[in-house]
């Protein structure tokens, strides 16, 4: 089942402008990730926020967490053409056997023009 | 670092072909996945195991099966490969005990003909 939804499904920038994308999902969660694709591979992850987080900062990277909206927003700042890429969210998700999963937004497409 | 592996990253089989997509990683991850990712529809779950020899459906099961007989293996089986199979496999793993994070592999791109 899906949960996550991003928004805008693709976005196209400049070199050295900053990139929001959004994220809502459906249900109470335990955290929000946010994970990143290059074309025709791996995703990797690259930041997890906790629902009883508001912000968090990785390098260029800033998540926000809004629980009483559902969303949250990926910022990237100074894009660089390097930045080019799928960025998805994911939402914990309790599985079968005790196991804990993830679901996955669509994703939303980053094009950075150099 | 965690490093998920596998077997393969482009694969053509043929319609009604038995496909064996192999996933290992180096990190005594208890808990392994197999996702499908296809346009417009994202990441979907197939199976997931939870332990060794232990294994659950998720939300696309139909037409694959999985084995998990070593803990640091994961295989995913289509028993006759249809033409809707053609797809993009990703592999994942997570530690029980640790973080959220799953950790993936580079993907296999099937392409059923």
């Known amino acids: 089942s899906q949960q996550g939804e991003e928004d805008p499904q693709a976005l196209s920038i400049q070199e050295g402008e900053n990139a929001t994308m959004n994220c809502s999902y459906k249900?109470?969660?335990?955290?929000l990730q946010w994970y990143r694709q290059n074309s025709g591979r791996g995703l990797v992850h690259l930041i997890l926020?906790?629902?009883?987080?508001r912000e968090k900062h990785s390098g260029r990277l800033r998540v926000t967490l809004d629980t009483s909206k559902k969303s949250s927003s990926l910022l990237i700042t100074a894009s660089r053409a390097a930045d080019t890429a799928s960025y998805f969210c994911?939402?914990?998700?309790?599985?079968?056997?005790?196991?804990?999963?993830?679901?996955f937004g669509k994703g939303t497409h980053l094009i950075i023009q150099p | 670092d965690v490093k998920v592996t596998q077997s393969s990253r482009y694969l053509v089989k043929r319609t009604g072909e038995k496909v064996f997509l192999e996933c290992v990683q180096d990190?005594?991850?208890?808990?392994m996945f197999w996702y499908r990712q296809d346009p417009g529809l994202g990441l979907r779950l197939i199976y997931f195991?939870?332990?060794?020899?232990?294994?659950e459906k998720g939300d696309i099961p139909e037409g694959y099966s999985v084995s998990r007989e070593k803990k640091e293996r994961f295989s995913l089986i289509l028993e006759s490969a249809s033409t809707n199979q053609t797809s993009m496999y990703l592999c994942?793993?997570?530690?029980?005990?640790?973080?959220?994070?799953?950790?993936f592999g580079p993907g296999t791109r099937l392409t059923v003909l």
């Open positions: 994942a793993s997570r530690d029980f005990r640790g973080a959220d994070t799953q950790y």
């Open positions: 926020i906790r629902s009883n987080e």
């Open positions: 994911a939402t914990d998700e309790r599985l079968g056997g005790g196991a804990d999963g993830l679901t």
């Open positions: 249900t109470s969660i335990n955290n």
């Open positions: 990190m005594d991850h208890e808990n």
């Open positions: 195991s939870y332990d060794v020899k232990m294994k």
